[in-house]
């Protein structure tokens, strides 16, 4: 039950860090290109998109299952195993800490500026959004990459 708890932290969080890269090299950076107007609609769709069964799914499955993995005994696994899924599970709850605290937050202010002041430029409200969420982004998804690698390094050792 172990190693299937582990196979299973390894293959969510592999998958959600796949997700959350391929935003950072290639989405954001194309996004970035549009104009304001054109900017603004996309990312608010995204926003609207992302938050779906399959996405929570892995988002929830990055935290349980090397929880789990842990929870569940194993003879024979080692001290270095064990503080490696740790590890990997410290870098996942801070990847949600930093969604949680600072993406979600900045989407929904992005999602209420277009109803709550229609006169701001777009300009301005991408500019209170897009270079703090991008830095967020970036930093949460080297937290995701280092949680993968954890987690497949205590399979590995």
């Known amino acids: 039950m172990a190693t299937l708890l582990l196979a299973l932290a390894i293959i969510f969080t592999g998958l959600y860090a796949g997700f959350m890269l391929t935003f950072q090299i290639s989405v954001m950076p194309a996004l970035a290109k549009l104009p304001d107007d054109q900017f603004l609609p996309v990312i608010r769709r995204i ?22 993995a842990l929870a569940v005994p194993v003879d024979g696994r080692t001290d270095t195993q064990r503080w490696l899924i740790v590890a990997g599970l410290v870098c996942a709850v801070i990847n949600h800490l ?30 209170a959004f897009e270079p703090r969420w991008n830095l967020l982004h970036l930093i949460r998804t080297l937290f995701t990459i280092a949680a993968f690698a954890l987690l ?5 050792s």
């Open 98 to 127: 930093i969604t949680i605290a600072g993406n979600i937050p900045l989407n929904n202010a992005l999602a209420t500026a277009e109803s709550a002041s229609p006169a701001a430029p777009d300009s301005e409200v991408r500019a």
């Open 152 to 156: 497949v390094g205590a399979a590995l």
């Open 47 to 68: 926003n609207e998109v992302v938050p779906r069964p399959v996405f929570l799914l892995l988002f929830f499955g990055i935290i349980a299952f090397p929880a789990a």
